[in-house]
């Protein structure tokens, strides 16, 4: 209850400042809008609903790339887990693709596929892949033997195995991989609407820009925030919690 | 102490020693025993050498029979049991289960592991279920068995708990229900009641008494406690330091229910550890040994 009271005078605050300095007239409206301003670009961008129309097309883009590359990395980090080959040859090489800002694969994606929507999904795709494979890969090896052991005696063989034990005892380990890639997969996302025509939030964010809204620029930026620390909580937030009320303590690594 | 064979077939008086070395290839006892092991080794390779925790172990045990095997830390229990889960395969010999050479792993063999092993992301019901589950069995079945062994281990109140809100004893017994669910061929312990108080060990001896006197299913308990061993066993075997060996066996004709601190008890208990005073001085030794060399 305090905390949410600090944060919230801490917000006021802010917005205070914004609000004096951006009535000291120092700097051009078209440079540092007023909250005024900015709340009406973004009451405005609701109601013409650009701004959800945006929000729809990001969002489907970031649930169907990152919805693929968790998919993809939790088998990828199994068969690098389980076959010793794969971790020597493949898993030196994951970690290296990994140095490489995501974003780096957009020019690759624009040659392969064109500017299509193939080419988004395959840079949020790559975005948050290697990040959730390696802590699939860390989360299988920190298993300890003895859940194996007790899951092959009762009875649970291959891929129930894997299913009922092995994933479920790597989960507090695979939950922080899960949630770096899903910040990697929205940032991928915004920067590579950006970079493109394509309709979804960073081209609101850049079509502000074009016609010098300052106003509209900042409302999005929100926006952008926004729907982050929403799904962040909504998504992860739940998750860490089933697992801290299941397991006791456990600290994400 | 009078002789008697390794299938405990005579026993004569209050107990008896039995000699465990014998011809297990003769036919008739591969289709009377539960489980067989003929020349039984397992070692261990590593860098600085091999090391041998079992040595050409001969055991047959009876259906229905509660065998104790008692041996200092360290001297193969756990290797053994995990061999008889078929979790592990012998290096050497082989491990008949009903007259078949043993699969890998035994499906009707159950273990408690002596760290139990319990899934934390599991509910204690669910942990009871998840045996029945990985069968296939559906879930208002599963879900009635897990409530039936919960309430034979005095813990159906905490059903939907998860395994941290529990004590030592309560995981204990969720272990035990979760074998007993799967109504197992043979149940394997590992030194189960070891990190107990003395309380609840006494208690879960007498509900692990009860539900043996109830299912008569053979029970393979190991421990390092002579006396636990007497308390619980038909039949009690020595198992040697480095290499394992079975030493000696003596079969335990107290009546059921036992005590703990029962004279008669505490008097075969002594006698037994007698027998095995030396292994433990050659464990002990050991350890401090390892101790000076990584000074
Ligand atoms: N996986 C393994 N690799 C190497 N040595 C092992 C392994 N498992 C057990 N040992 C060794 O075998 C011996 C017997 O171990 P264990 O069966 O755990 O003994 P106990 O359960 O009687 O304490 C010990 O000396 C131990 O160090
Ligand atoms: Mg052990």
Known sequence: ????????????????????????????????????????????????????????????????????????GISLGLLLATNRFLEESLGGFVLSLQSLPSICWLPLAVLWFGLTETAIL?????????????????????????????????????????????????????????????????????????IFVSLGLGHLLMMGRDLNDMSQVVAVMILIMALGQVVDHVLFGRLEHSIRHKWGIVSFR | MAKSSILGGGKNGGRAEAPIMSEVSETPWLRESKLILENVSRSYSSSNGTLTALENINLAVKEGEFLCI?????????????????????????????????????????????ELGLFPWLTVRENVEFGLRMQGIGEKERRNRARDYLRMVHLSRFENSYIHQLSGGMKQRVALARAFALEPDVLLMDEPFAALDAQTRDLLHEELERIWIETHKTIFFVTHNVR????????????????????????????????????????????????????????????????EESI
Not at chain 1, 131 to 136: E, G, L, M
Not at chain 2, 91 to 107: F, L, N, Q, R, Y
Not at chain 2, 259 to 269: F, Y
Request: include cysteine; proline fraction near 6%; glycine fraction near 10%.
């Open chain 1, 1 to 72: 209850m305090r905390k949410a009271f600090r944060q919230l005078a801490f917000y006021i605050f802010l917005i205070g400042s914004w609000q004096l300095i951006a009535s000291l007239r120092i700097w051009p409206p078209y440079l540092l809008p007023s909250p005024g301003n900015v709340l009406g670009a973004l009451r405005d961008g609701l109601t013409d609903q650009t701004f959800l129309v945006a929000t729809g097309i990001s969002m489907r883009r970031i649930a169907l790339g990152y919805g693929l590359s968790v998919l993809l």
């Open chain 1, 122 to 194: 395959f840079v949020v795709l790559m975005g948050s892949l290697l990040a959730v494979t390696i802590s699939t890969e860390m989360g299988i090896r920190h298993v300890p033997r003895i859940y194996l052991q007790a899951g092959r005696n009762l009875g649970a063989r291959g891929p129930r195995l894997f299913w009922h034990v092995l994933l479920p005892a790597s989960l507090p380990h695979l939950v922080s991989g899960l949630k770096q890639g899903w910040a990697f997969a929205w940032r991928s996302l915004i920067s590579g609407e950006m």
């Open chain 2, 70 to 114: 008692v041996g200092p830390s360290g001297c193969g229990k756990s290797t053994l049991l995990n061999l008889m889960a078929g979790l592990d395969r012998p290096t050497s010999g082989t491990i008949w289960a009903d007259g078949h050479p043993m699969e890998v792993p035994h499906k009707g063999h159950i273990l408690i592991f002596q």
């Open chain 2, 228 to 291: 636990e061993a007497v308390r619980l066993g038909d039949r009690v075997i020595l198992l040697t330091f480095r290499p394992g060996r079975l030493k000696s066996g003596f079969f335990v004709d107290l009546p059921r229910p036992r005590h703990l601190e029962d004279p008669a008890l505490i008097k075969t208990a002594r006698e037994v550890l007698e027998q095995l005073r030396g292994e433990i001085n050659k464990a002990v030794e050991a350890e401090y040994n390892r101790d």
